[in-house]
């Protein structure tokens, strides 16, 4: 279907094809329960709420990649995925999510036909990046409980990073459909004989493609990674409660530690697994539901609102596993409350720098009125204009 063609559409069919994003949840625009003169109070409140995202999702990833990089000691093989991952949702945040919100703001789509392949293609990347990222980490703690004589210690850090990079290949690779198949549409409304432009990652000829469209992703981008880690944390459950009833009451305290160190890492990643199934199931549930429902809109105020949350918990994804992290790792937790003592530190400094400078020029304004003063009194004043 080429840019230049209009597909004509009733209303609610309009609403629901808005602004349809990466093949993922895609927002409804102006509902039909949604008056004109209601509708800039919901759109101002969605934005305040993705912005606040976007912010804690920036601070969090951001001194967390910080940690990871300054300090040596945290330079682990969990950690330098963990570092990925952040990596990704930073690109999410920074990239999608303003985009995403912009949409409940404007009818029309604000970013171009260059915009309109690389949106998609950004985020879908990102939660590639995400998902196939914490398999590996499955992976990992899988070899490190269960098979820990198959780990190799020389030259890990380089494997690992390299392993990562594969991971964002492999994850860009995938998105190259969607950045091939996204183009911009005019889309016709049939009632109010109006037109807007969206982004569409797919023709909207016929309901094959968005069912197509929609299984394809929820296979490939949660059931099959999530059904992958399952089996790895199976086995892990198992050789861990092995390991609990083989240890004598008076073993040995290394291999002690030893097991529960394995065990919190353990739960760290099974929390960041958890908490990705919990906040993309809504996103990928009301998309097969609107996919496999084409002809029938749901044009409800309950499914509108199920939309907008499902949306917004999806992109919260992105900004929650820093604050996870703090909570489970005391290491990190000292690490984060570093930064965040030397941030506050080098904000009173730059207070107090201001406020000597401005103390400083108050002073030397003072001096200079006095030495004026005096100048004019003993006469000076006079001399320096006879002088000019």
């Given at each position: 279907?080429?840019?230049?063609?209009?597909?004509?559409?009733?209303?609610?069919?309009?609403?629901?094809?808005?602004?349809?994003?990466?093949?993922?949840?895609?927002?409804?625009?102006?509902?039909?329960?949604?008056?004109?003169?209601?509708?800039p109070?919901?759109?101002?409140?969605?934005t305040?709420?993705?912005?606040?995202?976007?912010?804690?999702?920036?601070?969090?990833?951001?001194?967390?990649?910080?940690?990871?990089?300054?300090?040596?000691?945290?330079?682990?093989?969990?950690n330098?995925f963990?570092?990925?991952?952040?990596?990704?949702?930073?690109?999410?945040?920074?990239?999608?999510?303003?985009?995403?919100?912009?949409?409940?703001?404007?009818?029309?789509?604000?970013?171009?036909?260059?915009?309109?392949?690389l949106?998609?293609?950004?985020?879908?990347?990102?939660?590639g990046?995400?998902?196939?990222?914490?398999?590996?980490?499955?992976?990992d703690?899988?070899?490190?409980?269960?098979?820990?004589?198959?780990?190799?210690?020389?030259?890990?850090?380089?494997?690992?990073?390299?392993?990562?990079?594969?991971?964002?290949?492999?994850?860009m690779?995938?998105?190259?459909?969607?950045?091939?198949?996204?183009?911009?549409h005019?889309?016709?409304v049939?009632?109010?004989?109006?037109?807007?432009?969206?982004?569409?990652?797919?023709?909207?000829?016929?309901?094959?493609?968005?069912?197509?469209?929609?299984?394809?992703s929820f296979?490939?981008?949660?059931?099959?990674?999530?059904?992958?880690?399952?089996?790895?944390?199976?086995?892990?459950?198992?050789?861990?409660?092995?390991?609990?009833?083989?240890?004598?009451?008076?073993?040995?305290?290394?291999?002690?530690r030893?097991?529960?160190?394995?065990?919190?890492?353990?739960?760290?990643?099974?929390?960041?697994?958890?908490?990705?199934?919990?906040?993309?199931?809504?996103?990928?549930?009301?998309?097969?539901?609107r996919?496999?429902?084409?002809?029938?809109?749901?044009?409800?105020?309950?499914?509108?609102?199920s939309?907008?949350c499902?949306?917004?918990?999806?992109?919260s994804?992105?900004?929650?596993?820093?604050?996870?992290?703090?909570?489970?790792?005391?290491?990190?937790?000292?690490?984060?409350n570093?930064?965040?003592?030397?941030?506050?530190?080098?904000?009173?400094?730059?207070?107090q720098?201001?406020?000597?400078?401005?103390?400083?020029?108050?002073?030397?304004?003072?001096?200079?009125?006095?030495?004026?003063s005096?100048?004019?009194?003993?006469?000076?004043?006079?001399?320096?204009?006879?002088?000019?």
């Amino acid at each position: 279907m080429s840019l230049e063609e209009t597909i004509i559409f009733k209303p609610e069919v309009a609403n629901l094809i808005f602004s349809n994003l990466s093949g993922h949840e895609n927002s409804l625009n102006h509902s039909s329960w949604m008056t004109d003169e209601l509708w800039p109070y919901p759109a101002v409140i969605i934005t305040s709420v993705y912005g606040l995202i976007i912010l804690i999702g920036l601070i969090g990833n951001i001194t967390l990649i910080k940690i990871f990089c300054t300090v040596k000691s945290m330079r682990n093989v969990p950690n330098l995925f963990i570092s990925s991952l952040a990596l990704g949702d930073l690109l999410l945040l920074v990239t999608c999510a303003p985009v995403d919100a912009s949409r409940y703001l404007a009818d029309d789509w604000l970013f171009g036909r260059l915009g309109c392949k690389l949106i998609p293609f950004i985020q879908l990347t990102s939660v590639g990046v995400s998902v196939f990222t914490l398999t590996a980490l499955s992976a990992d703690r899988y070899k490190a409980i269960v098979r820990p004589m198959d780990i190799q210690t020389s030259h890990a850090t380089a494997k690992i990073c390299i392993r990562a990079v594969m991971i964002w290949i492999f994850s860009m690779t995938l998105a190259v459909p969607e950045a091939i198949f996204s183009d911009l549409h005019t889309f016709h409304v049939m009632d109010t004989n109006k037109s807007f432009v969206s982004c569409a990652p797919y023709p909207h000829s016929g309901d094959l493609h968005p069912k197509i469209h929609s299984m394809v992703s929820f296979l490939v981008f949660y059931v099959i990674p999530l059904f992958i880690i399952s089996i790895y944390y199976y086995y892990i459950a198992k050789n861990l409660i092995r390991s609990a009833y083989n240890i004598p009451v008076e073993g040995n305290i290394h291999v002690r530690r030893q097991i529960e160190s394995r065990k919190r890492l353990a739960k760290t990643v099974l929390v960041f697994v958890g908490l990705f199934a919990f906040c993309w199931l809504p996103n990928h549930v009301i998309y097969l539901y609107r996919s496999y429902h084409y002809s029938e809109v749901d044009t409800s105020l309950l499914h509108y609102i199920s939309s907008i949350c499902a949306r917004i918990l999806a992109f919260s994804n992105s900004c929650v596993n820093p604050f996870a992290l703090y909570l489970l790792s005391k290491s990190f937790q000292k690490h984060f409350n570093n930064q965040l003592c030397c941030c506050r530190a080098r904000l009173l400094m730059r207070t107090q720098s201001t406020g000597r400078s401005t103390t400083r020029i108050t002073s030397l304004k003072s001096t200079n009125h006095s030495v004026v003063s005096f100048s004019l009194i003993n006469g000076n004043h006079i001399c320096h204009e006879g002088c000019v």
